[in-house]
C-alpha cells in the first residue's frame, strides 16, 4: 500500500472514530501528512496542539496501522521541520547506499560477450533506445549461472542512467508471490490487490527473473497476465528470463505463454571454451591474480562446466590464499568444488565407448562418413557430449567441424527417438552409465 492510501485510510479512520472530536478533526487532523522511511510511519501536524492530541491516542493509531498494514511498525509524530530533516538524512543514507550499489552493478560494460550470449547481449542493449516498441517483450532462457541475471540488472541501470523520469522495476518470481501472498494476507482490504496491480501498471519497463517459478500460483498467475497485458497494450517494456523455453514451461496458464511467444525469444548457450577464458581474465583481474601461466589458463577453462558462479568462487578462493598459483593449487580446489576436466580427451572418451557399443571405429565417428550406422551412432556421441559433459553447442560445432544446425539436429533426432522407444532409452542409459564407470 502506497503512502497516499495509507494515508486516506487512516483519515478516514480518524474522521469515523469515537475517539476523535469532529470538529477537532475537520479544523486540524484532517490536515496531516505522513511519511514512510524505513518502517517508520511519521505523522506530522502543522502545530504542537495538533501533535498533542495525535499522541492522546497514539497507541489506537499504531493498533490501527498494524491491522492495516498486516505488520508490526513504530509511529513517530514530528513537526514539519523536524521530518524535512528526517527526510534529508534518509535521501543521503540512500545515496551512499547507491554509490556502492554502483560500484558492485552488473553492467552492459563488464558483461563478458562471447558466441553463447552474443544474441541475448545485442538484444538487450537494442531496447534501451526504443523501449517497448521493439523486441517486446524480450524473453531470454538458458541454464542457471549464465548471465541471465546480470543482463536484467544492466538493463535496469542503463534504463535509469539513460532516462531522467523513467520508472524500472526488477522483481524474481519469488519477490512478486510473496508480495501477492501478504497482500492476500489477514484483514487486508480488496483495494490492497488493486494498489499492487496499479504499482507495476505505472511502470514504464518491468524486469522478471526466473519466470519458470510462477507455476502452480493461480492467484500469482492471473494477477500477472492482468499486469502483463496492460504493460503490453500501452507500450511498456517487459523483459523476462526463465530456465527454460516458453513452451517447456511447465503449469503455467497457456495465455501467459502465449504471450512470451509472441515476442523476441533469444536463449543463452551453455559456455564455450573462448567465452569461458574471457571470463576467467576477468576474474583474475577482479582478484588481482595476474601470474596465470597459459597451461594453468586452460586448465581453468577445462574445468568450469557451466556456471560463471565456479569461476568467481574459484578466483575468491586463489586471492583467499595470496600466494603464487600453481598447477596443484588448481586440481584441489577443483577437487574441492566437485567440479571435473572436461577436455578433449573426455569427448574423444565418450566416442570411444559409443564406437565400441556399435562396433566402430573412433575415427569413423569423427570424420565425414554418411552411412546411416555411422551417423546414427554419431548422433548419439554429439548428444551425450552435450547431455553428460554439458558442452555447448559452438565447442561441439568446433571439435566435429560441423555447422550449428547439424549438431542441433542430431541433438534433437535421439531426444525424438527416445520418446519413441523405449528399447533406445534403454540404450542411452546403459551408454551414460558406461561413461560414469570409465572415469
Partial sequence: MNKTSILAELKAWLKESDLVDPEL?????????????????????????????????????????????????????VSAEELQKIEEKSKKTKKIKLNIKKLN????????????????FRASTKIIDEPGTKYNPLFIYGPSGLGKTHLLESIQMKFEDQYEDIKVKYFTVNQI???VKDVFHGNLKKESIEDFKHELKELD????????????????????????????????????????????????DRRIISRFTSGLIIKIDNLDIETTKKLISVYAKKYNIM??????????????????????????????WNKTVTEED???????????????????????IVAKHYDLSSAILKGQNRTQKVVHARNVCIYLIKEVLGKSTTDIEIFFKKNR??????????????????????????????????E
Fill in 291 to 320: 601470474e596465470l601461466s597459459p597451461e594453468l589458463l586452460t586448465k581453468i577453462s577445462a574445468s568450469i562446466k557451466n556456471d560463471v558462479r565456479e569461476i568467481n568462487g574459484l578466483f575468491m578462493k586463489l586471492e583467499f
Fill in 25 to 77: 478533526y475537520n479544523t486540524h487532523l484532517k490536515k496531516i501528512t505522513i511519511s514512510e522511511i524505513n518502517n517508520i510511519i511519521y505523522i506530522c501536524g502543522k502545530s504542537k496542539f495538533e501533535l498533542l492530541e495525535l499522541s492522546k491516542i497514539k497507541k489506537d493509531i499504531v493498533n490501527f496501522l498494524n491491522k492495516l498494514l498486516n505488520k508490526e511498525i513504530e509511529v513517530v509524530f
Fill in 105 to 120: 552493478a552488473k553492467t552492459f560494460d563488464n558483461f563478458v560477450v562471447g558466441k553463447c550470449n552474443e544474441e541475448a
Fill in 177 to 179: 508471490k510473496e508480495r
Fill in 205 to 252: 519497463v518491468l524486469l522478471i527473473d526466473d519466470i519458470q517459478l510462477l507455476k502452480g500460483g493461480e492467484k500469482t498467475s492471473e494477477i500477472f497476465f492482468d499486469i502483463f497485458n496492460d504493460l503490453i497494450l500501452h507500450g511498456k517494456q517487459i523483459v523476462i528470463t526463465s530456465d527454460n523455453a516458453p513452451t517447456q514451461l511447465i503449469g503455467l
Fill in 330 to 352: 588448481i586440481e584441489e580446489l577443483i577437487a574441492q568444488t566437485g567440479t571435473k576436466i572436461f577436455g578433449e580427451t573426455t569427448q574423444n572418451k565418450i566416442i570411444e
Fill in 405 to 438: 544446425t547439424t549438431i542441433s539436429a542430431s541433438i534433437n533426432t535421439v531426444i525424438m527417438k527416445m520418446g519413441e522407444s523405449k528399447e533406445f532409452k534403454r540404450e542411452i542409459q546403459i551408454l551414460k552409465k558406461k561413461i560414469k564407470e570409465s
